[in-house]
């Protein structure tokens, strides 16, 4: 008797235990998988387009899935990774040592991150602007002041954009007092399309894809301007922001687009990042004009001879 009052007391503390752990004020514990469940991401609003294609994508393969996107800049992606709340970012950079140190002390792991694609950011001029072609010292001397040209980004201290001119450009210097900031990337295009002496710079993805009505309709307010090539093996070449020329390494102002994934089980974060790596993904940043970064699909010309 003792011992069955012993059995059913710890049955009893196991329901409790199990009850406690399933449930939160009444309502039970929800997992996500690679298929389902609903997740928060962050992504750099410069690569708004392309990441709406994806996402498109995956949210009607897998209709039980819900991933809730933000788009903003930079530096608040990589803010927004530090709080519970946020899965996944969408960035043009990856993690540094300190920053994969501090997350390891938080979470006991490390993020995952890796590069999907490359994108470039792409120079614009108004579309009765008299010169559209750049040297990367032309550049230099517009970005720090010295050309007297309003030079528009989508934001002046926090974006990816902003970040690689002042690093890749400008070697680290300051901007000039010609730089202005706008809210976002379809604003640059706004004001360059209104004023003829501007420059702007903004993600390829949203002036690349020829095919999109919206697009379609700003390359008719702007034009793209053709970057001096340092790679290219001739001398004088000159390329416009494309996924050739991207490809190629033909166009100076490329950059990487990656994934960082706070996750330390297979999850939706998961699913969502090996679609993007994997073929219909790759596809998607293809369409889009930019460059896969995991699959090449580039045509080949053979000629098959038959036997005799």
């Known amino acids: 008797m003792q011992k069955r009052r012993v059995y059913a007391g710890m049955v009893a503390i196991v329901w409790m235990v199990f009850a406690s752990c399933s449930s939160n004020n009444g309502k039970k514990a929800i997992y996500d998988t690679p298929q389902q469940g609903t997740i928060r991401i962050?992504?750099?609003?410069?690569?708004?387009?392309v990441i709406e294609e994806e996402l498109k994508v995956?949210?009607?393969?897998?209709?039980?899935?819900?991933?809730?996107?933000?788009?903003?800049?930079?530096?608040?992606?990589?803010?927004?990774?530090?709080?519970?709340?946020?899965?996944?970012?969408i960035t043009a950079r990856g993690l540094n040592d300190n920053e994969l140190a501090w997350y390891k002390q938080q979470l006991q792991f490390k993020p995952t991150w890796d590069v999907v694609a490359y994108d470039a950011v792409a120079v614009i001029t108004n579309i009765h602007s008299k010169d559209s072609v750049f040297t990367i010292q032309q550049l230099q001397d517009i970005l720090a002041g010295k050309t007297p040209i309003t030079a528009v980004m989508d934001g002046k201290n926090a974006t990816s954009t902003v970040r690689f001119l002042q690093d890749s450009v400008l070697k680290g210097a300051a901007f000039g007092k010609n730089v202005v900031a706008s809210g976002s990337s379809q604003e640059?295009?706004?004001?360059?399309?209104?004023?003829?002496?501007?420059?702007?710079?903004?993600?390829?993805?949203?002036?690349?894809?020829?095919?999109?009505?919206?697009?379609?309709?700003?390359?008719?307010?702007?034009?793209?301007?053709?970057?001096?090539?340092?790679?290219?093996?001739?001398?004088?070449?000159?390329?416009?922001?494309?996924?050739?020329?991207?490809?190629?390494?033909?166009?100076p102002l490329a950059r990487p687009l990656y994934y960082i994934l706070k996750e330390s089980a297979t999850g939706l974060g998961t699913g969502f990042a090996n679609f993007m790596s994997l073929e219909r993904g790759q596809l998607i940043f293809k369409s889009s004009f930019l460059a896969p970064a995991k699959m090449g699909f580039l045509k080949r010309t053979s000629n098959i001879k038959s036997a005799d």
């Open 58 to 89: 995956y949210h009607s393969t897998y209709p039980n899935s819900n991933i809730v996107v933000s788009y903003k800049p930079e530096v608040d992606c990589f803010r927004d990774l530090q709080s519970d709340s946020t899965r996944m970012i």
């Open 42 to 49: 962050s992504v750099d609003e410069s690569f708004k387009p």
């Open 188 to 251: 640059v295009i706004d004001i360059v399309s209104k004023t003829e002496d501007a420059i702007g710079f903004v993600g390829l993805s949203w002036v690349g894809d020829s095919y999109d009505p919206v697009q379609q309709a700003n390359l008719k307010r702007i034009r793209l301007g053709l970057v001096e090539c340092v790679k290219c093996p001739e001398k004088g070449a000159f390329a416009k922001p494309s996924q050739a020329t991207i490809t190629y390494s033909q166009y």
